[in-house]
């Protein structure tokens, strides 16, 4: 009997889950007057000009791997540019960033690494890193493990927000590349890798702050919908930004994936899997009613 192609589920993590919790907290979030529940940022408004848009996440078990290849540094530029990048998908520029890091031990140049990691990416963002928390758990976190996690805050006006409410067949759909893996999808990675020797710069390339490219993009078209993706993929992410009965259309074969997906392939994960689970050489979509010169078109609505 042949054996089981690798997958997200079989690596201990369930997409499924992590959708059925969102929809069971909904009607929680929503009772306090919130709106908007599973975008990429959350939106406050702060009078009636403005929203603040917030968005929190963690490096995830891709930080195991960092600490095994002594690149802690890149664990924090990670999670900066990803939290940066949920809250400019709300149309909003970075404000300031916090962070909390935890372990059952802590060891300051662990620390150290991670923080100046994440700084040097806010720094590229002009995002004030604030403040933030470190605890020391015993107990809590077994022996030598290491969390990091953070929250950004942006600023948007009103009439700059991007919702993806206007979206409608015939956009088209323009995708910024992905320097690698970015911070999805390591528990199955690691359970490929095992306890072996693996290539960092290939596997743990950081996060892509992808803060630039959205500004030049909006200067030059209608940006009706903007998601980072993440967890679920290309087409799970950019279905938390449609309207009902709005569906992407994908031309996998429109762009070139880093090497590190073909590693996956080698390795036995399925297109079907690689597609639900990792972000394909794709990190970040736009929708827009026609795409600029030079856009990579990726795909349509319909």
């Avoid at 403005?50 to 530029?77: E, I, N, P, Q, Y």
Wanted: hydrophobic content about 45%.
């Amino acid at each position: 009997m042949s054996e089981k192609p690798p997958t997200y589920d079989s690596a201990g993590v369930s997409l499924a889950t992590a959708n059925a919790v969102v929809d069971r907290l909904r009607s929680a979030v929503e009772s306090t007057g919130a709106t908007g529940f599973g975008h990429f940022a959350g939106l406050y408004p702060l009078d009636e000009r403005r929203f603040l848009a917030a968005s929190t996440d963690s490096v995830g078990s891709k930080l195991l791997l960092h600490r095994r290849a002594g690149t802690l540094r890149w664990g924090g530029m990670d999670l900066a540019a990803h939290c940066i990048n949920d809250v400019l998908c709300s149309g909003a520029e970075p404000l300031f960033f916090l962070d909390y890091v935890a372990a059952e031990h802590i060891e300051l140049e662990q620390v150290a690494e991670l923080v100046e990691g994440a700084a040097e990416v806010c720094r590229r963002a002009g995002c004030m890193l604030i403040g933030g928390e470190t605890a020391e758990l015993p107990g809590v976190y077994r022996e030598n493990e290491l969390d990091f996690a953070g929250t950004c805050v942006g600023l948007v006006e009103r009439d700059r927000v991007v919702d993806g409410s206007r979206c409608a067949p015939g956009d088209v759909i323009v995708g910024f590349p992905s320097d690698g893996i970015h911070t999805n999808g390591f528990s199955l990675v690691r359970a490929l890798v095992g306890d072996g020797d693996f290539d960092a710069d290939l596997l743990l390339t950081p996060h892509r702050l992808y803060l630039d490219e959205v500004r030049a993009l909006r200067a030059e078209a209608d940006v009706k919908a903007l998601a980072h993706v993440t967890g679920g993929g290309i087409l799970g992410n950019l279905s938390r930004v449609l309207p009902d009965g709005v569906h992407a259309r994908i031309d996998w074969n429109s762009w070139t994936r880093p090497p590190v997906f073909q590693w996956l392939a080698d390795r036995g994960v399925e297109e079907e899997e690689a597609r639900r689970v990792f972000n394909l050489g794709i990190g970040m979509c736009a929708v827009v009613p026609e795409a600029p010169a030079g856009a990579t078109v990726i795909g349509a609505l319909e």
